[in-house]
């Protein structure tokens, strides 16, 4: 055999060694690659059941919170209720001192800014329990006849509760009742117990 022929002999045998090495390097290359990403993919998976099961958690916690602070509020307002001396005229009435009273200018019936605030108040707490059944007095102040009087609680009665209806609490639920100036909170005869006595205050019928 001839020069030639044995160097081309030898550069065959390379070169067949080399493209059967070949293969083998891609495949070492490629497998670290792809456990790496099935790692990265079961990580993020355990980290998104991790944040879902903090989040339904957390909202389990405040659902909970919320219970015992409506269930808290319910016994507070339970304890707020004193039967009346006098029954109303459906019965037996209860007073809240969570219910405010509000109050009206002279010889007025319309609700002034600050009075808006304490019936908002009021019908939140009353939105709490929607079977429960009220009624709006209207009273004033000792001055003016007995029958104006009685014609202008009437007029602040149902501004009152007008304005609670506005605030959504339903119709049926509510009544209005004018005392005019026979139940004075204050009996006093000046400005100071007038203003008191002029006066928008609700009652409860039904618990």
Not at 17 to 23: F, Y
């Amino acid at each position: 055999m001839g020069k030639k022929s044995l160097s081309l002999l030898i550069l065959i045998l390379c070169l067949g060694l080399i493209m059967a090495g070949c293969p083998k390097k891609t495949v070492m290359k490629d497998e670290p690659s792809v456990a790496k990403s099935e790692e990265a993919r079961r990580l993020e998976a355990e980290r998104a059941q991790k944040e879902a099961k903090e989040r339904e958690l957390a909202k389990m916690k405040e659902e909970e919170a919320k219970r015992a602070l409506e269930k808290e509020k319910q016994k507070e307002f339970e304890k707020s209720l004193v039967a009346k001396k006098t029954p109303g005229i459906e019965g037996e009435v209860f007073e809240s001192s969570l219910l405010k009273d509000i109050h009206f200018d002279f010889d007025k019936y319309d609700i002034r800014p600050g009075d808006a605030e304490i019936l908002k108040g009021n019908a939140a707490l009353l939105t709490r329990y929607p079977k429960m059944k009220i009624q709006v007095e209207g009273h004033c102040d000792e001055r003016g006849t007995v029958e104006y009087n009685l014609s202008l609680g009437e007029r602040r009665a149902n501004s009152v509760k007008k304005y609670l209806i506005s605030l959504g609490i339903v119709v049926d639920r509510l009544s209005a009742i004018s005392y005019g100036e026979e139940r004075p909170l204050d009996p006093g005869h000046n400005e100071e117990a007038w203003g008191k006595n002029r006066r928008g205050h609700t009652v409860i019928l039904s618990k």
